[in-house]
């Protein structure tokens, strides 16, 4: 696939901005008032992956190249985003394009950083996205609903797709996110939903809860927040620790972390439950040229994990020589691996693991 992207949304002045730069090592403007994003900040960060320096030792790869993640920081919003307040529709139209939502939640207190509100509560922050979200999908719904029971008056093939939209539109209609509910969907109509209607809430999220420095150290603080929402839909970062990570040395880094009790930053966690919610893994090619990471989908089969690197490679496929990393990494060299056993060769059913260091056969 593609690189994956993630749009980072947010009420106004939570810190979607500051923690944009951290992950991507931006210079955007972070501004203390709202609406400081109006047109959307891309940026591509690589996939932290600690295998690939240690098969480029063993290959002498000339290059390497991890699996990469675009962040898409979206304007805050507000309010009546659904019914266009503070620029919503644009905004929205933004989320659209990106495979999961990171919901950033402000989760600090601080005097000299303004809030939508006087009392800012982080259930009720959630509660105001989520309620657009579930806002604009209804409008969405509402829109193409007459269409649809016109055309499966024509044609009762369609009828499916309209009894499905009346449905998602009653969960809508109480104010139910689409991604909360197990719609046990056949896979044509759950393709048929995510891609022409392109709804907001069937969007996989993570909530980003931007905490302060001594919340990062307080397990009962993080519990709290961690309850608010599916536990294990919430990660806790700092973006002004991530922001300091910035200028400092690996070593500096992990040192800095430590000292609250962090093992991994920011981007790692939220890279980690980004694959996770998406059900993504990443495997390994490795050779003189380069060693790289592709990103497929877990359980994906050896000729799909094939047709992310070329189509062609997929339409082609023969077999697939596939060796374990840890495998590899004990061995030593590909050819030790080979002489105890450990290089397969496996066929078009091979379930693809995310520990394999492969390489295909194909027909031209």
């Known amino acids: 696939m593609s690189s994956l992207k993630i749009g980072i949304v947010g009420l106004p002045n939570v810190g979607k901005s500051t ?29 932290p992956d600690e295998r690939l320096n240690k098969l480029a030792d063993i290959y002498n790869s000339k290059k390497i190249i991890p699996a990469n993640v675009t962040f898409v920081d979206i304007a805050g919003l507000v309010a009546g985003a659904s019914k266009g307040e503070g620029l919503g529709n644009q905004f929205l139209a933004n989320i659209r394009s990106c495979d999961a939502i990171a919901h950033v939640v402000r989760a600090f207190d601080d005097a000299n950083v303004t809030h939508v509100d006087e009392n800012h509560d982080p259930k009720n922050d959630i509660d105001i996205i989520n309620t657009e979200l579930v806002l604009a999908d209804l409008q969405t719904v509402e829109n193409r609903l007459p269409r649809t029971e016109k055309e499966a008056k024509a044609n009762p093939k369609l009828q499916p797709q309209a009894t499905l939209l009346k449905r998602v539109k009653d969960i809508l209609e109480q104010d139910i996110p689409l991604n909360n509910e197990d719609l046990q969907l056949d896979t044509e109509l759950e393709t048929w939903l995510k891609n022409e209607l392109q709804l907001l809430t069937m969007k996989p999220i993570i909530y980003v809860f931007n905490v302060d420095e001594a919340t990062l150290s307080n397990q009962e603080q993080q519990s709290k927040l ?64 380069e060693v790289r990471a592709w990103t497929v989908k877990q359980n994906a089969t050896a ?11 997929q339409k082609g496929f023969i077999a697939a020589q596939v060796i374990s990393y ?11 691996a080979k ?10 059913d091979y379930v693809m693991q995310a520990d394999d260091v492969v390489e295909f056969r194909f027909n031209n």
Do not use: W
């Not at 000729?303 to 490679?313: K, L, N, R, V, W």
């Not at 840890?326 to 030790?336: M, N, R, V």
């Not at 002489?339 to 078009?348: C, I, L």
């Open 226 to 289: 961690r309850d608010i929402v599916a536990p294990q839909k919430a990660i806790l970062v700092c973006a002004k620790i991530e922001h300091e990570l910035q200028s400092l040395d690996e070593a500096d880094r992990k040192e800095l972390l430590e000292s609250y009790g962090v093992h991994d930053s920011g981007i790692k966690k939220l890279i980690h439950a980004a694959y996770d919610t998406l059900g993504l893994q990443s495997y390994l090619t490795a050779g003189e040229k």
């Open 303 to 313: 000729p799909e994990a094939a047709g992310a690197i070329h189509s062609d490679f």
């Open 19 to 47: 923690l944009f730069n951290a992950l991507t090592d931006n210079n955007i403007l972070a501004a203390n008032y709202p609406f400081a994003t109006i047109e959307p900040n891309t940026g591509s960060v690589p996939v």
């Open 326 to 336: 840890s495998d590899l990494i004990k061995a030593g060299t590909e050819a030790a």
């Open 339 to 348: 002489s105890v056993g450990k290089v397969r060769t496996e066929g078009k």
